[in-house]
Every structure is written in structure tokens, then in C-alpha cells.
């Protein structure tokens, strides 16, 4: 069974201050990970995904996440953050061979950034 | 970027009547699934769908649950008869293919059974 923990239900910084979003998975083959974002009502919108090769992987709007396989850890880092990159963050995980693309997802981390 | 469009945003049902939520996936891709999540957890897999079949179903997806994607229409999740645990956002995604391939999302239906 493959599972994702994000252990920070939610996380405040100010703006201009780095930030990371921790992610835990569970898999037992080959995974793939990913990050979304959900802005208020909008529908996931994909960050970044990592497959294979290196494992810092850069997404958009200045994001990056390192895959860390000793760890199962898919953390989600940005150097600054600016206030419209308040949103709710998803990691998720879906297996690298066979399987039907089925992402599992962690509870979500409610980023709030205040000036 | 690629746009899932869910309609509509919110319904609201009286437990026990019937419920279709419509999902209008991008266009050329081939594989479609629907999501739950209630309230304050995370978002759970139902079903995804290729090919006019039911690839893989959760426990979630239960009897009362049927989608289908009629002549390359919408892609809908019918619940029939509704019950109260069925109050969540339900999310619809599409995908070109399998093996990784990004799943692009809907903004989601929320479902209020009363």
C-alpha cells in the first residue's frame, strides 16, 4: 500500500522568508512523486514532478523539491515566498510501473504568508 | 495550461434523490478518475476510467456510485441513492496516459446531502 504524510497541517511565514513543506511517503517499488497547489477555488494545479536522474527537481514560480530516498522524503523548499503563494499544498505519490496512475495524496499543508 | 471544468460548483440534494456531477476533461486525453475529499482530510481516489470501462475502483466507490463518459461527452459520477457520508468536493482529473503521466484537475463539485 503506498501512503504520504505531510506532518504540518499548516505553516505561517512572512513574506521574503524561505520556506519549507515536508512530505513523507510510503512505497514499496519505484516511486513517483509530485506536489500541487490548490488556490481558493481552483482546481490542482501541478508544481512539480519527479520521475527519475536528479533528484532536486525545479518546478514553477521558483519552487524546487528534493527527492530523498534513505529518508522517503519529498519536501518542497522556495527560497522566498511572496504573499499570492498562500494556498493549500498537496504532495501525492503513484507508482512507477504498472498500476493505473493512481495518485495518493497527503492531507494537505495550508500555507499562509503574511507581510 | 490544460483546464479540467467541473459543473457545477455546488449542489445541494435531499439525502436518498439521485445526483450527476459533470466533468468536461481535456481534450485529448484518455483517462479520466474522480477523487473525494471531505471536509479537513485529504483527497481520496474513487475510480478511473479508460476505454468506456472501470479500470480500478476503491472501497469508497460504492454500488450506489456508476460514471461513464457517453459518446466523448462529459464524464460523470452518478450517485443514486445519495447518503449523508456522500457530502464532499469531488474532484475530477484527466490524464494523456498511465505510467506517471500528470493528472490535471478539476475545481471541484461540493456536495451538500441534507
Known amino acids: 500500500a503506498q501512503s504520504v504524510t505531510q506532518p504540518d497541517a499548516r505553516v505561517t511565514v512572512s513574506e521574503g522568508a524561505s520556506l519549507q513543506l515536508r512530505c513523507k511517503y510510503s512505497y514499496s517499488g519505484t516511486p513517483y512523486l509530485f506536489w500541487y497547489v490548490q488556490y481558493p477555488r481552483q482546481g490542482l494545479q501541478l508544481l512539480l514532478k519527479?520521475?527519475?536522474?536528479?533528484?532536486v527537481v525545479q518546478g514553477v514560480n521558483g519552487f524546487e523539491a528534493e527527492f530523498i530516498k534513505s529518508n522517503s522524503s519529498f519536501h518542497l523548499r522556495k527560497a522566498s515566498v511572496h504573499w499570492s503563494d498562500s494556498a493549500v499544498y498537496f504532495c501525492?505519490?503513484?507508482?512507477?510501473?504498472?498500476?493505473?496512475?493512481?495518485?495518493?495524496f497527503g492531507q494537505g499543508t495550508v500555507l499562509s504568508v503574511i507581510p | 495550461g490544460p483546464k479540467v471544468l467541473q459543473i457545477p460548483s455546488h449542489q445541494i440534494i435531499d439525502m436518498g434523490q439521485m445526483v450527476t456531477l459533470n466533468c468536461d476533461p481535456v481534450?485529448?486525453?484518455?483517462?479520466f478518475y474522480w477523487y473525494k475529499q471531505i471536509l479537513g482530510q485529504q483527497m481520496e481516489f474513487l475510480v478511473n476510467?479508460?476505454?468506456?470501462?472501470?479500470?480500478?475502483k476503491s472501497k469508497l466507490f460504492k454500488d450506489q456510485f456508476s460514471v461513464e463518459r457517453p459518446d466523448g461527452s462529459y464524464f460523470t459520477l452518478k450517485i443514486q441513492p445519495t447518503a449523508l457520508e456522500d457530502s464532499a468536493v469531488y474532484f475530477c482529473a484527466s490524464s494523456l496516459g498511465l505510467g506517471g503521466r500528470t493528472l490535471y484537475f478539476g475545481s471541484g463539485t461540493r456536495l451538500t446531502v441534507l
Open positions: 481534450s485529448n486525453h484518455l483517462y
Open positions: 501525492a505519490v503513484t507508482g512507477a510501473t504498472g498500476g493505473n496512475n493512481k495518485l495518493t
Open positions: 519527479y520521475y527519475s536522474g536528479d533528484p
Open positions: 476510467f479508460y476505454n468506456g470501462k472501470v479500470m480500478e
